[in-house]
């Protein structure tokens, strides 16, 4: 009789008024966070941003055919020169469209010299962003009218852009053409990542190239959300069998 009292004595006993182990305790408390970052970063994503297919190589090589991008939805006032933007417009067909605002209404938008450099109010405009040769083609200037945009592809020897429409409205678009502005690239995977703010407009006056919106932090709060989730089960999983272990050697 007294050997059976001596090895149930040594067994866990389970607090007896029905109280958690402080263990137990945590790993909810991590599982709660966790899936309230995932699942608070994924909505806000989805809530706040659209996918989109690059369908031509216009905007080479700042996004190539056949990339899939994340765009934040916005109206055409909350942007400025340099944003990448996606809009559809009835005048140029009704097909969405993505391309690169260079000139706001007010502005005088032309080009330049022998290389067709870009200009906007007479001020040359610095555009790394460009492809190889991109400075080519036909010269034009434009005085963008007010509520509308000049939008240029960074391939420019091979985008239709403001430059093929300009006898209508001198190839501009209504701001409430604007769908969203492009953020980030999300496929292919080895293409992955934020579409960097230009600096190009920096130096004019008016709206500039936007910050970025929310999708890092909310892509930030997914991923870490879904890998505090990962690992609080893991760790949950081998303290587990590790009590089962002592408690078979127990017996």
């Given at each position: 009789m007294s050997s059976v009292v001596e090895q149930t004595a040594d067994r866990p006993v389970a607090p007896a008024d029905g109280r958690r182990r402080p263990g137990t305790v945590l790993q909810g408390i991590a599982l709660a966070l966790g899936l309230l970052l995932m699942v608070g970063g994924f909505a806000l994503i989805a809530i706040d941003y659209r996918p989109y297919n690059i369908p031509t190589p216009s905007m080479h090589p700042t996004l190539q055919a056949g990339?899939?991008?994340?765009?934040?939805?916005?109206?055409?006032?909350?942007?400025?020169?340099?944003?990448?933007?996606v809009f559809r417009?009835?005048?140029?067909?009704?097909?969405?469209?993505?391309?690169?605002?260079?000139?706001?209404?007010?502005?005088?938008?032309?080009?330049?010299?022998?290389?067709?450099?870009?200009?906007?109010?007479?001020?040359?405009?610095?555009?790394?962003?460009?492809?190889?040769?991109?400075?080519?083609?036909?010269?034009?200037?434009?005085?963008?009218?007010?509520?509308?945009?000049?939008?240029?592809?960074d391939n420019r020897?091979?985008?239709l852009d403001s430059r093929s429409h300009l006898e209508v409205d001198g190839g501009t678009v209504p701001v409430a053409a604007i769908e969203a502005r492009v953020e980030a690239t999300v496929m292919p995977f080895g293409r992955m990542g934020l579409l960097g703010r230009t600096a190009?407009?920096?130096?004019?006056?008016?709206?500039?190239?936007?910050?970025?919106?929310?999708?890092?932090?909310a892509a930030y709060a997914t991923v870490a959300g879904a890998a505090l989730?990962?690992?609080?089960?893991?760790?949950?999983?081998?303290?587990?069998?590790a009590r089962r272990f002592r408690r078979g050697r127990s017996s």
């Open positions: 990339d899939t991008v994340l765009a934040r939805k916005v109206g055409g006032g909350a942007i400025g020169r340099g944003d990448v933007v417009d009835q005048a140029w067909g009704g097909e969405l469209m993505v391309k690169r605002v260079v000139a706001v209404g007010g502005d005088t938008v032309a080009t330049s010299g022998d290389n067709r450099r870009l200009t906007v109010d007479g001020q040359p405009v610095d555009e790394p962003y460009l492809a190889a040769q991109g400075r080519q083609g036909e010269s034009f200037s434009v005085t963008v009218p007010q509520g509308r945009l000049f939008v240029l592809g020897v091979g985008s190009a407009f920096d130096g004019f006056a008016g709206p500039r190239a936007s910050q970025p919106g929310p999708l890092e932090p989730i990962l690992v609080t089960s893991a760790v949950g999983g081998v303290a587990g069998l």
